[in-house]
């Protein structure tokens, strides 16, 4: 939902007619709504993610004042994603990347996510994948697997992979985790970008590169961990 404020300047009075975004990426609600001359109102702006893609254009608005028809441009930076939150499992794949975890996931125990060579993932509003069953991604060389932030705004930028107890399984290669955070608050016990506590892990040709948190990019705690071939680097402690 997009709030525009709309000023009309104009004598007379304003109406929406019609709105227009890319079809193949989202669908549009236009505002039901009449503006009276010289007054001021909050469009409300509808908009659903209907598929796999990125607007970075805009909303463009027809509207009526008087007896002459207008258009108005509203710059969207958005994406039609695949939009993740709660419980996962199954295979993700390139031609439904980028998924996007727009809210706290977990693969639970007895569960696998499988995901392509070539699949992107982005994390959205300080989110964070949780393992406690078995993640298996295996990127292929020059077609890696990448875990970013999907925000410009710092802010919002998500918190990254956190492997959870001796259940736990996980098989990496050709991966990179890159331009995540770790907010600095009392009580937050997952230092790292990729946090492995307990399991065995065995991490190949990946990278772990340029994020923040009380360690930076991987914290490991009463793990049988070993990483071969990949690089760290660029990554920030607190």
Partial sequence: VINWKWYNFSGDEARFLDAFIDENVFTIEPPDLEIEPFATSIVEITYTAEGVGEDESGIELTYLVGDIERIVEIPLNGAGVTGQRGEIAGEWTVDESPYYIIENCVI???????????????????????????????????????????????????????????????????????????????????????????????????????CVGRVGGISVFGSN?????????????R
């Fill in 225 to 237: 961990f070993e990483i071969r071939n990949s690089e760290i680097i660029g990554n920030r402690g």
């Fill in 108 to 210: 639970i125990q007895g569960e696998e996510l499988l995901i392509e060579p070539g699949v992107e993932v982005r994390f959205l509003n300080q989110s964070i994948l949780t393992i406690n069953g078995t993640l298996t991604a295996e990127g292929e060389e020059g077609d890696s697997i990448r875990f970013t932030n999907g925000n410009e705004d710092r802010s919002e930028w998500g918190q990254g992979l956190r492997f959870e107890g001796e259940p736990s399984e996980c098989s990496l290669a050709y991966v990179i985790v890159e331009n995540l955070i770790v907010p600095d608050v009392e009580g937050n016990n997952f230092p790292g970008a990729a946090r492995f506590h307990g399991g065995d892990y065995i991490i190949e040709n990946s990278s772990f590169r340029n």
